[in-house]
């Protein structure tokens, strides 16, 4: 009987090799990848932005899976995400990714979809002791234990300096066919990498994750101090543009890029929205209590709007202000003048 595995799959050099190492076992693998919101390349790909040499982010799982012949199967488990980062069971890394709840969470809709397919078994490409939060012993342990799947997580990896899991004891795999990785050094891995004829990864694996992003943990904590709450939309705004906090209170997101600007004119509706008549960034805004923003707000996004847009001669330029849809019947569209901002003013409201 063939045996049939599941590997979490990201799209780096570990998780890839990790199924290599078991496929050359005669195991058949699926490859999984989860779509949580919070990947930064994915993220990116789908507001179709662009990097600076002008080409298109691609998912790596999506690139190298195709590349290294791995069927792929991607699930998306971001309906659920928000509250595994908002009330994090073993708590937060250095910034707010709450890695051991994430990869139980993971491990926990792995474990469905082995059963859901008839396999047998989980794999990861984790290395021991690679990450200081989620990959030393004691919180793979947690992590098996919390997702219900203790003894059936492979790490090929990393096999040889953990205790044997069920297919090694049953005799699926040959546990003296994987390997003994611990620590942060990439040299076996290159070496297997040589080996096994893989000539592309990605650096660093899986495109990382906003949550373990500076700077997102920064506007993060910036909307609890200030609001004591942040919705799931809210949430996945962090992920775009350059964020202010006005003297009013008000919270304004004023665009970076074209990609950043479809994607805020897909949701404009919710809120107030800004666009320059001309070329430049578009920005959206909400009140930090009721519904409407006053003159003064308006002129100070028009004026952030102007800082990020072509201006003419005198640093001016004309903004279009549009209420969000529920106030359409009671606001009406109209146009302000933006003045280009003191850079002082400007970092004063930054967040």
């Given amino acids: 009987m063939k045996r049939k595995a599941v590997a979490l799959y990201s799209g780096g050099l570990d998780s890839t090799l990790a199924i290599k190492l078991i496929q050359e076992q005669g195991i058949e693998v699926i490859a999984l990848h989860f779509y949580t919101g919070?990947?930064?390349?994915e993220t990116k790909r789908r507001r179709g932005e662009k990097k600076e040499d002008g080409s298109?982010?691609?998912?790596?799982?999506?690139?190298?899976?195709a590349k290294y012949g791995f069927p792929l199967e991607i699930?998306?488990?971001?309906?659920?995400y928000f509250d595994i980062i908002q009330n994090?069971?073993?708590?937060?890394?250095s910034?707010?990714?709450?890695?051991?709840?994430?990869?139980?969470?993971?491990?926990?809709?792995a474990k469905k979809y082995m059963e859901e397919i008839g396999a047998d078994f989980i794999i990861s490409g984790e290395v021991l002791n690679q990450r200081p939060m989620s990959q030393h012993l004691k919180a793979m342990k947690t992590i098996e234990k919390e997702a219900g799947v203790e003894g059936l997580v492979v790490k090929p990896l990393s096999a040889k300096l953990l205790p044997p899991t069920i297919p090694e004891k049953e005799g699926w795999i040959d546990r003296e066919k994987l390997e003994g990785i611990a620590g942060?050094?990439?040299?076996?891995?290159?070496?297997?990498?040589?080996?096994?004829g893989i000539d592309e990864y990605e650096q660093p694996a899986g495109g990382c994750c906003y949550l373990t992003d500076e700077n997102f943990a920064r506007k993060y904590k910036e909307v609890i101090a200030f609001e004591n709450t942040i919705?799931?939309?809210?949430?996945?705004?962090?992920?775009?543009?350059?964020h202010f906090r006005l003297p009013t209170g008000t919270k304004v997101i004023v665009t970076r890029n074209e990609g950043e600007g479809n994607f805020i004119k897909g949701i404009k509706k919710n809120y107030w929205y800004f666009e320059p008549i001309g070329k430049g960034a578009v920005a959206i805004a909400r009140p930090i209590s009721g519904q409407y923003i006053t003159e003064e707000d308006k002129k100070m996004i028009a004026d952030l709007i102007a800082r990020y847009s072509k201006t003419d001669e005198n640093g001016e330029i004309q903004v279009k202000v549009f209420p969000p849809e529920y106030l359409k019947n009671n606001e009406k569209e109209n146009?302000?003048?933006?003045?280009?901002?003191?850079?002082?003013?400007?970092?004063?409201?930054?967040?």
């Fill in 231 to 242: 919705t799931r939309d809210e949430l996945y705004l962090l992920t775009i543009g350059r």
């Fill in 75 to 80: 699930i998306d488990i971001s309906e659920g």
């Fill in 56 to 65: 298109h982010y691609m998912n790596p799982a999506l690139k190298y899976a």
């Fill in 38 to 41: 919070f990947c930064i390349t």
């Fill in 88 to 93: 994090p069971k073993y708590g937060y890394g």
């Fill in 184 to 196: 942060r050094s990439r040299k076996r891995q290159i070496e297997l990498a040589k080996k096994f």
């Fill in 335 to 351: 146009i302000i003048l933006g003045q280009r901002l003191e850079e002082a003013t400007l970092e004063s409201w930054r967040i």
């Fill in 95 to 109: 910034n707010i990714n709450p890695c051991i709840d994430c990869r139980a969470y993971m491990y926990k809709h």
